[in-house]
């Protein structure tokens, strides 16, 4: 972790462990953050455990790790998902120890794992999705072992595996994604089985699998996330078949990929960012383009607008594979690209102005490969690239790089910045690729 003076200009490390001050973020994967109150954040370390981090006072606290021989310690160090729940208490899912349960007060952890003579245990050790539905009930999802609901009261799991013999089981035993609507239907995604909707009157899965022939189908049988917007419509990314869309209302369902026969359809390539502006537009970007879409006109047919490179073209998007979408205070729209920079679009013609690397040029982005885009409260954008971190002035048009200097404390901790997040006090948060996570206090 690293805190950064915006009057020096500098970053200064935290100690990511109070027990081992030279433990950074860098030495482990965190795969989940979530926020317990308005003091502290709880991340799943991928070999490190849980970490909890007091926004307070700006130190991570506790660390959680695995002991041998000690029933109250984390029963494994790899940690794919962590959840805090409406009581407090702090849920962890491991990729071999099943689930902990952690009383932050304490610092105690209960585990719960399967046990093959006992039912009612969890049933299974690897722990991929876990979700509290608006009753406080905790759904736990396994890579094995379908789906728990976890019964508070007397410690018990109630399992819902697939049966081949039996059409309303659960479709797959391996549940990647967990969600419950406004309507308080869950819903979850497997990995291979697509997507199932519980009906908690009788126990009962209702089955949506991908079906090449159907449009109005799931994109993909592996479903690893699910959401739903503020108009009521439920979004599926999977993995391979880009994003679905379902309409409870109309109880339609239908898909958002590339058809080479269609030529309003998805720009072909990996989904590799989504956007929704003000206006209610979802922007998408692919290996092939930028694409618009209006839902509030076209709610399921999915028509989309292309806007891609074109050599003969000097206004239009510098390159076709887009990484980054963002959408500033003043309403214009940020593209990031692979090997073009970042480009600002004008709505009115649909052309863009380019901003590139030169190295001739010390005020100009400082690498093409653009990954995140964000804005501080002064109105300044944040633009992370492959090869350092930007401030860009849009009324000089002026950047301001910040680099990793090897023989600097106070730099920034690494080039490859992959997340920016503006926190509601102004605070910035950089996440690198390799040097942890730093901190821009203003």
Not at 352 to 373: C, E, G, M, T
Request: proline share 3%; charged share 20%; with cysteine.
């Amino acid at each position: 972790m690293h805190k950064y003076s915006a009057l020096g200009e500098t970053f200064t490390r935290l100690p990511f462990d109070k027990d081992y001050p030279n433990t950074s973020t860098s030495n482990s994967t965190v795969f989940s953050i979530v926020q317990s109150s308005d003091n502290e954040l709880w991340m799943a370390t991928f070999g490190g455990g849980i970490r909890r981090f007091d926004l307070k006072t700006e130190s991570f606290t506790e660390s959680y790790r695995h002991k041998a021989g000690d029933i109250n310690s984390l029963s494994d160090d790899k940690v794919y998902t962590v959840l805090a729940d409406s009581q407090g208490t702090i849920w962890a899912g491991t990729r071999d120890g099943g689930l902990n349960r952690l009383d932050p007060d304490s610092g105690k952890v209960k585990r719960y794992q399967h046990h093959p003579q006992n039912p009612n245990s969890l049933s299974h050790n690897k722990v991929y999705a876990l979700f509290e539905d608006a009753k406080g009930t905790l759904w736990v999802g396994t890579r094995g072992g379908g789906l728990n609901r976890f019964d508070r009261q007397t410690d018990a799991f109630q399992r819902f595996d697939h049966d081949p013999d039996d059409a309303g089981s659960l479709s797959n035993d391996q549940v990647y994604a967990i969600f419950e609507d406004k309507a308080a239907s869950l819903w979850v995604g497997t990995r291979g089985g697509g997507l199932n909707r519980f009906d908690s009157t009788n126990n009962r899965f209702h089955h949506y699998l991908h079906n090449p022939q159907d449009k109005n189908s799931v994109a993909d049988d592996d479903v690893w996330s699910i959401t739903q917007d503020q108009t009521g419509l439920i979004w599926l990314g999977t993995f391979g078949g880009g994003l679905s869309k379902f309409d409870p209302a109309s109880a339609r369902l239908g898909y958002v990929k590339h058809d080479a026969t269609d030529p309003h359809s998805l720009s072909k390539g990996n989904v590799q960012a989504i956007f929704k502006d003000k206006a209610g537009i979802l922007w998408i970007g692919t290996e092939s383009g930028l694409n618009r879409y209006d839902q509030a006109k076209d709610p399921l047919q999915h028509h989309f607008q292309h806007y891609q490179h074109d050599p003969k073209n000097p206004q239009s998007l510098s390159d076709s594979d887009v990484r980054a979408i963002f959408e500033d205070s003043k309403g214009t729209l940020w593209v990031g690209t692979l090997n073009g920079g970042l480009n600002q679009f004008n709505p009115d013609n649909g052309t863009f102005i380019h901003y590139r690397f030169d190295p001739n040029q010390i005020n100009s982005l400082s690498d093409d490969y653009v990954k995140v885009i964000d804005e501080d409260n002064s109105g300044n954008l944040w633009v992370g690239t492959q090869n350092g971190l930007n401030r860009f002035n849009p009324q000089s048009t002026h950047f301001t790089r910040f680099s990793h200097c090897g023989d600097s404390a106070t730099s920034i901790s690494h080039n490859s910045v992959n997340v920016l997040y503006t926190a509601r006090d102004g605070t910035l948060w950089v996440g690198t690729y390799g040097g942890g996570l730093n901190q821009f206090s203003h």
